[in-house]
């Protein structure tokens, strides 16, 4: 089992910068390949960004060049650092873990989820 709490959410100005963090609990966090997902109001939850246990990435086009993910084994903790964040960024975003060495760009293959936190950009 794998209990994940996100932070870092809130409300920032078009253009600006948000750090999230996702903290996990478990001896075996690296492990695990970790995604972050959001959901907008009145959409599905999509795909943001993944690693895997080797530390390679994977992101969506609509993120790519603005947005980092990373981890810290040592920590447990999974992070996602947006920059020249847009409205269209405004969701709730989770962070997603699977029992498994490699990403996945698909939600159902995520065993484990956070209970989100809220990003809002103000244009």
């Known amino acids: 089992q794998v209990q994940l709490v996100e932070s870092g959410g809130g409300l920032v100005q078009a253009g600006g910068s948000l750090r999230l963090s996702c903290a996990a609990s478990g001896r075996t966090f690296s492990r695990y390949a970790m995604g972050w997902f959001r959901q907008a109001p009145g959409k599905e939850r999509e795909f943001v960004a993944a690693?895997?246990?080797?530390?390679?990435?994977n992101y969506a086009d609509s993120v790519k060049g603005r947005f980092t993910i990373s981890r810290d084994n040592a920590k447990n903790t999974l992070y996602l650092q947006m920059d020249s964040l847009k409205s269209e960024d405004t969701a709730v975003y989770y962070c997603?873990?699977?029992?498994?060495?490699?990403?996945?760009?698909?939600?159902?293959?995520?065993?484990?989820w956070g209970q989100g936190t809220q990003v809002t950009v103000s244009s």
């Open positions: 997603a873990a699977r029992n498994a060495w490699v990403v996945a760009l698909t939600r159902s293959l995520y065993a484990y």
């Open positions: 690693i895997s246990g080797g530390d390679g990435t």
